[in-house]
Structures are given as structure tokens and as C-alpha cells.
């Protein structure tokens, strides 16, 4: 089994999830049935990247042939140091939402629409798996109509608390048809240019013609657009505040730590590895567009986040900053600085599903979302609240925290290129971090309980969430502190790795 | 016949024609479903040509009477029967050794292989496709009228 997994568990990772969506859309309404089968159907797709993870180290890069079709002709399944550990990343978010997903889906989605629920969850979670494992241009775009169609579905399931659900559902089906759209006539393109689909043929044809003529610039331009659409790069993020502010709590921590980081991983695919810095209208892109683009959303879309009234708001708009973070570490255009990026994305899916596992489990105790309504949560709900507190720390970039080697890394990386405003940039919108986080942490912890969970003696009632949402939870606050005090040597060396994958020649 | 007998069916041509065209158009699915493998077609276009004979049916007899020949339970088995038939083909391909839907180790020949594979397939993308019309015919079809105000 071992073996054949260590063959096969790049095709079995995407399958298996694939077809138990069907089987679970099918399986009748009984109580916890579909959650049950899902999880477990998750924990082996974790188990499977796992080991397909150690196979990649030993072997350096693994090619699995499709339907026994050898490339360049036939699909191939392409995994290397750059998308090995996100493979295992979102395995493993996945499993962590789902864990957390039993308490949380049993109060905001009705039994009936359970299975096709959990269908849409494992479809997303093959469709992301899929768009990260294939060497496929156009299998790309095919996994990430997968991943986000069942994605568009999960956020409209939070109708049933919100009805607002819908409305944002729908303008990120738009948004994200549009992005899908720009990405595949992107890859139309390419292949008028190069006559291939095959990412690694691509490069090859593309490094002879010394970046292709005119269309291939066109590809790249609309290949970035569709992209960053998909990523929530600055100006194109509209969708995400809604998306990530109305869906059910497990959906939001899913997406918010894997769909945007599938889609960066992209961008760094096609930047780096199929289009190349060296081709200057690459270079320009990366240098001026994507990195101007990522300081003004670090700044802007942080300042946004402040003004929020609705905490899943705030983390929603930190979220885009922080995707500026590691758009900007693209664009400093060395090995340090994508390995900073690198880092920052892995972090970032920690700490930010972290953070909305935390804030849905406030929910499902106390029905709120609003920060003015957190009062008092440090003595309700005391775990919940701590493993928030680390989290957010984390997200700030305190020392011994996950933020802080990657955002010190990225800081470095800049230093390096003596881009010091962008080190200015980077500590500018941790402090603006601080204060919308810490705003959120101020009530917590120095706002007295509401009335209604005080005892008549004066104590505070207790109302922690249950233990399938604190077990997902606290290991992420944990995995937050792992990372910031020990497990940087371990990330660092895989970021790096990754990063000589990207920038074979060291870097401009 | 008196001016005040009432016109019992205005449709009557349409039905009759109806009755004859639905079965022609089943048949045609399955003509361009089997014809897939060698020339155009396939299970894509039969699936949609047979979804048109029963959405055909649910215009001339309306959506009670399709549903009551199409019903939309089946319509949700067959969904996901369609995928688990494509994907099952891989697997079975799993188990005989090959790669995922390598058809080739499918039969004693690789060539007969692949003829089993290409029609397993092409059944299992039938049937989703069909099932997915419908579904999205019945949803449209069957919509119910707007949100009141109260249900915001």
C-alpha cells in the first residue's frame, strides 16, 4: 500500500476526494453520516499527501502520467519542492475544518443540505489539490472551475444565518468567473504561442524563443489579471470581505487559508517557472505592477480592515494585506525574497484559518460577529479566547510567533535589495495589525461579560465551545508558536527549497 | 358541431407530433453516444440531446407530468452515478495495475481496452450530463415566485 501510494498518491489525492463527493451527495440524511464519512475521507487524503510529501524529498520531483499518456501530450501530475508541502497544507486545513465542521454545520446548515454540503467540501478540496499537483496548464484552469464552483456553493450555504450569504456568493461567482475566464484565454494564448499545455514544455519553448513575441506577453498579462482576481490581489479583492464575512464558519477558515494560497501558487508557477524574470516584460510586471500593487493594498486594505465593524470583516481585509505580503516578496525578485513569501503563505494559512475558527466558535456560543459584541469573552470563553490571543499576535508579527519569522524574513529580503521603504512598509502595517487586532483583543479581555453570563452570585457563567472546535483550534494556536520558536529551521529550509525550484539561477 | 363546444385540446397537433419526435430524439442521443468513439459525438452531446427529449416532454405535457417520468430523485442518483462511473473506470484501472484511466490495461489488449474504457466513460459523462439538464430545467422550471419580504 505504502508503495503504490508513493507511486500513485499524487492521481489518489485528487480522486479519492472526487469520488467520495459523490458518494457523500448521495448518502442518505442520518445524523452525522456525511460529516463522519467526509472526515475520514479527509484524514486519508491528508495521510496520502503526507507520504507523497516524503516521496518528493527523496526523489527531487515526481511525474505521474495520466491515463499512461507521457507528457508532453498526455496530463501529468507534476509535484516538486514548490507544491509538495502545499499539497499537504490544504490536506491538512482541510481535515482541521472539517474536524471543526461537525458542531459548527450542525447549527448553520440544515440536515437536508448536509450532504450535498460536505459533497461541495470534498469537491473543493480536490479541485485545490488538483489546480496545486497538476503540470497541465489547461488542467489547471478545469480544477480551478472545481474548486471554485464548489467554493461559490459553500459560501452560499451561509445563508441559512445570513441571508446576505447569497449576494456575496454571487458576486464572487462573478469576480471569480471573470478571473477563471482572464486565466484560461491567458493560457489560449500561450498555446498559440508555444503549441503546448504542459507547464514544464512551455518553459522549454518559451526560454528558446527568449519570452515569445507579443503574445506572449498578452498570456502573461491576462494570466496575472485572472490570477490576482483569484489571490484577492489588492484592487481585485472585492469579492473577499463578503465571501469570507457570510459564509459558514468552516468555510470561511477552509478557504481563507487554502484558495487563496492555490491561486498564489500559481502565480509563482507561472512566473517563475513558465514565464522566467529573465524575459523583461516579466520582470517589469513583477518589479513595478504586482509590487505597487501590493503596497498600496498592504496599506490600504489594512487601514480598511480597522474601520470594520464586523470581526470577520477586519480578519477579511487582513487578509488581502497579507496577500500583499507575499505579492511583494514576488516582486523583490530574489531567492530570499520568495522564500519569504513562501514562508508567509504557510504561516499566513495557519494563523488566519486559526483566527476564523476561533471567531466561528464565538459565533456558534454567542451569536456574535460584531467587535463591540467580543465583550467580556476572556472569562466566557477562556481557551477560545487564548488561542485567539496567540493567533493574533501571530498575524501582528510578535516575536516567537509564525508572523514574525516570515515577516522578518520578507523584511530581510527587502533590506537585501535595498528596498527599505518596503521594510518601512512592512513594520508600518504590522502597527496598523496591532491596533485592528488589538482593538478586537481590548474588548475581550477588558470588557466586562454581558449581564446575561453573569451567575446571580456575580461569577462568570462558562460557555467554552465544544471539543471538536477547540481540538482544530488550540493545534493551530500550538502549530502558530511551533513554527515562531523551532519550526522555523524546518519551514525556512522548505521555503528555500522551494524558492531555488522557482529561481533556478539564484535570482536577478 | 355547435359554435359553444368547447375546444377540448388547442394542442392537439403539437402533442401528436410530440409523441412521434420524443422517442426519435432518445434514439438520436444514443445514435451520437455510441457513435462517439469513431467519429463525432459522444457522451457529452448525447447527454444533452437526451436531456432535450425529456425537457421537450415537460414543455408539451408540462413539468408535473416529466417529473412524474423523470423523477428528480433520480436525477440527483444519476448526477453523481455518472461521475462515480468515470472515476470507477480509473480505479478499476488502479486495480488491474495501470495508471489512473489508463484504459489500456482494461481487457487482454490494449486496444480492446481502450474501446471498454472509452464506452464505460463516455456512459458515466452521459449520464451526468443528462441528470444535470434536467436538474437545471426543474430548477428554473420550477422555481417558486419570489421572495417575499418577510423572508429577508
Not at chain 1, 83 to 110: F, K, W
Not at chain 2, 70 to 96: D, K, N
Request: proline share 4%.
Amino acid at each position: 500500500m505504502m508503495s503504490w501510494l508513493s507511486t500513485h498518491g499524487a492521481a489518489f489525492a485528487i480522486v479519492l476526494p472526487l469520488l467520495m463527493a459523490a458518494v457523500v451527495a448521495l448518502l442518505p440524511s442520518v445524523r452525522r453520516l456525511a460529516w463522519a464519512v467526509a472526515t475520514l475521507v479527509a484524514i486519508a487524503v491528508c495521510a496520502t499527501a503526507f507520504i507523497v510529501l516524503q516521496t518528493q524529498i527523496d526523489a527531487g520531483v515526481i511525474v505521474y502520467e495520466m491515463g499512461g499518456w507521457a507528457p508532453p501530450h498526455g496530463i501529468s501530475l507534476r509535484l516538486d519542492a514548490v507544491n509538495a508541502p502545499i499539497l499537504l497544507l490544504i490536506a491538512a486545513m482541510g481535515v482541521l475544518s472539517l474536524v471543526y465542521a461537525e458542531p459548527a454545520t450542525h447549527a448553520e446548515v440544515e440536515l437536508k443540505k448536509r450532504g450535498p454540503f460536505y459533497a461541495a467540501m470534498l469537491l473543493c478540496i480536490a479541485g485545490l489539490m488538483g489546480m496545486v499537483v497538476t503540470g497541465d496548464a489547461f488542467n489547471v484552469f478545469v480544477f480551478l472551475e472545481v474548486s471554485s464552483i464548489s467554493g461559490y456553493t459553500l459560501v452560499a450555504m451561509g445563508a441559512n444565518r445570513d441571508r446576505r450569504a447569497l449576494t456575496a456568493a454571487f458576486n464572487y461567482l462573478i469576480l471569480g468567473s471573470i478571473g477563471a475566464t482572464f486565466f484560461v484565454i491567458g493560457v489560449g494564448f500561450l498555446y498559440a504561442e508555444t503549441g503546448t499545455l504542459n507547464m514544464e514544455d512551455m518553459r522549454a519553448i518559451l526560454a528558446n524563443l527568449d519570452g515569445g513575441s507579443r503574445v506572449a506577453q498578452v498570456a502573461f498579462g491576462f494570466i496575472v489579471v485572472g490570477l490576482g482576481l483569484k489571490l484577492a490581489m489588492f484592487p481585485l479583492h472585492t469579492w473577499l470581505p463578503g465571501a469570507y464575512a457570510y459564509s459558514p464558519t468552516m468555510v470561511t477558515a477552509f478557504l481563507a487559508s487554502t484558495a487563496t494560497k492555490a491561486a498564489l501558487y500559481l502565480l509563482y508557477r507561472f512566473c517563475f517557472t513558465v514565464f522566467d524574470p529573465s524575459f523583461e516584460y516579466v520582470a517589469v510586471v513583477l518589479t513595478y505592477v504586482v509590487t505597487g500593487l501590493a503596497v498600496t493594498g498592504m496599506i490600504f486594505a489594512s487601514l480598511q480592515a480597522f474601520f470594520q465593524t464586523d470581526a470577520r470583516r477586519t480578519l477579511a481585509f487582513s487578509s488581502v494585506a497579507q496577500v500583499g505580503y507575499m505579492l511583494l516578496g514576488i516582486g523583490i525578485l530574489s531567492v530570499a525574497g520568495l522564500a519569504g513569501s513562501y514562508l508567509h503563505l504557510i504561516n499566513h494559512a495557519v494563523v488566519k484559518g486559526g483566527l476564523f475558527l476561533a471567531l466561528g466558535a464565538m459565533w456558534y456560543q454567542f451569536g456574535i460577529t460584531r467587535i463591540s459584541d467580543m465583550a467580556g469573552l476572556s472569562k466566557t470563553m477562556p481557551i477560545t479566547t487564548a488561542a485567539f490571543t496567540v493567533l493574533a499576535f501571530s498575524l501582528i508579527g510578535v516575536p516567537f510567533t509564525a508572523g514574525f519569522v516570515s515577516k522578518v524574513a520578507l523584511a530581510e529580503a527587502a533590506a537585501e535589495k535595498g528596498w527599505w521603504w518596503a521594510v518601512a512598509v512592512i513594520m508600518v502595517t504590522s502597527i496598523i495589525a496591532l491596533f485592528y487586532m488589538g482593538r478586537m483583543m481590548m474588548v475581550a479581555y477588558f470588557s466586562p461579560p454581558p449581564a446575561e453570563c453573569l451567575r446571580e452570585d456575580g461569577k462568570v457563567l462558562r460557555r467554552e465551545a465544544p471539543i471538536l472546535m477547540l481540538i482544530p483550534l488550540v493545534g493551530l494556536a500550538m502549530m502558530s508558536i511551533l513554527i515562531g520558536l523551532r519550526g522555523n529551521v524546518i519551514l525556512t529550509d522548505i521555503s528555500e527549497n522551494a524558492a531555488r525550484v522557482l529561481i533556478p539561477g539564484g535570482g536577478l | 358541431m355547435t359554435p359553444d363546444t368547447p375546444i377540448r385540446d388547442p394542442h392537439v397537433i403539437l402533442r401528436v407530433i410530440a409523441k412521434f419526435l420524443i422517442p426519435l430524439i432518445a434514439l438520436f442521443a444514443f445514435y451520437v453516444q455510441f457513435h462517439g468513439d469513431y467519429g463525432p459525438g459522444g457522451g457529452f452531446q448525447a447527454g444533452v440531446i437526451l436531456a432535450v427529449s425529456v425537457i421537450l416532454y415537460a414543455l408539451i405535457f408540462g413539468l408535473d407530468e416529466a417529473k412524474r417520468a423523470f423523477p428528480p430523485a433520480l436525477i440527483r442518483v444519476g448526477m453523481s452515478l455518472g461521475v462515480l462511473l468515470y472515476g470507477g473506470t480509473g480505479v478499476v484501472a488502479w486495480m488491474m495495475g495501470g495508471e489512473f484511466l489508463n484504459y489500456s490495461v482494461l481487457a487482454h489488449d490494449a486496444i480492446h481496452g481502450q474501446h471498454w474504457g472509452i464506452l464505460v466513460i463516455e456512459l458515466g459523462v452521459l449520464t451526468t450530463v443528462t441528470s444535470v439538464m434536467l436538474a437545471i430545467f426543474y430548477a428554473f422550471g420550477s422555481r417558486q415566485p419570489e421572495i417575499s419580504d418577510e423572508d429577508w
